[in-house]
């Protein structure tokens, strides 16, 4: 099932132009679906995080603001630009 936009039902996509967090960004990665922009497939890795946790759902972000945030489920802190 791939990750949707919280409230809306509207599934969110790579390349997405997103708010999030109150910053605009991007969605750079999907985890679920194993795809990346161009020039970000090092982040598609399966290496275990600190808490030893992998990436294997959810979408990562890029802002110019906070740098890249991990949505692992639907927030209602990640929108759809308007």
């Given at each position: 099932?791939?990750?949707?936009?919280?409230?809306?039902?509207?599934?969110?996509?790579?390349?997405?132009?997103?708010?999030?967090?109150?910053?605009?960004?991007?969605?750079?990665c999907d985890y679920e679906?194993?795809?990346?922009?161009?020039?970000?497939e090092s982040w598609l890795?399966?290496?275990?995080?600190?808490?030893?946790?992998?990436?294997?759902?959810?979408?990562?972000?890029?802002?110019?603001?906070?740098?890249?945030?991990?949505?692992?489920?639907?927030?209602?802190?990640?929108?759809?630009?308007k």
């Amino acid at each position: 099932m791939f990750m949707k936009y919280f409230g809306t039902g509207s599934t969110i996509k790579l390349g997405d132009q997103v708010v999030a967090d109150g910053v605009e960004g991007v969605v750079i990665c999907d985890y679920e679906s194993q795809l990346c922009l161009s020039g970000y497939e090092s982040w598609l890795t399966m290496e275990k995080l600190a808490n030893g946790d992998i990436f294997s759902g959810g979408v990562m972000v890029k802002t110019e603001e906070y740098g890249f945030l991990y949505y692992s489920r639907a927030d209602i802190d990640l929108l759809p630009r308007k």
